[in-house]
């Protein structure tokens, strides 16, 4: 059984930065994709960033590029997600998700689940 465990969340000044990590266990990931969702109260849920284990491809949400970095490191199965100059409106519950295959953008593609770690942007 696949499970994704992250961690890193906090509270942070707007302009500050955090790192999230996401765990992966429960299989081999090579040829899979880990993505990076966040949700905030009363909002849907969105894709903020995402990659391939394979080949490293990446995507991010528009608003978050030049900001936010994802990165894996294949030998400890983890992905990790390296926020910078956040903004109080990145606020929300970020979760990680991996699904066989390519990155996608909708949450519904995605098979597994991690329980979310909340991030706090102060103004």
């Known amino acids: 059984q696949v499970q994704l465990v992250e961690s890193g969340g906090g509270l942070v000044q707007a302009g500050g930065s955090l790192r999230l990590s996401c765990a992966a266990s429960?299989?081999?990931?090579?040829?899979?994709?880990m993505g990076w969702f966040r949700q905030a109260p009363g909002k849907e849920r969105e894709f903020v960033a995402g990659v391939s284990w394979s080949d490293g491809k990446k995507s991010y949400l528009e608003s978050v590029k030049g900001r936010f970095t994802i990165s894996r490191d294949n030998a400890k199965d983890t992905v990790y997600l390296q926020m910078n100059s956040l903004k109080p409106e990145d606020t929300g519950v970020y979760l990680c998700?991996?699904?066989?295959?390519?990155?996608?953008?909708?949450?519904?593609?995605?098979?597994?689940w991690g329980q979310g770690t909340q991030v706090t942007v102060s103004s």
């Open positions: 429960g299989r081999t990931f090579s040829s899979w994709a």
């Open positions: 998700a991996a699904r066989p295959g390519a990155v996608r953008g909708l949450s519904k593609e995605y098979d597994f």
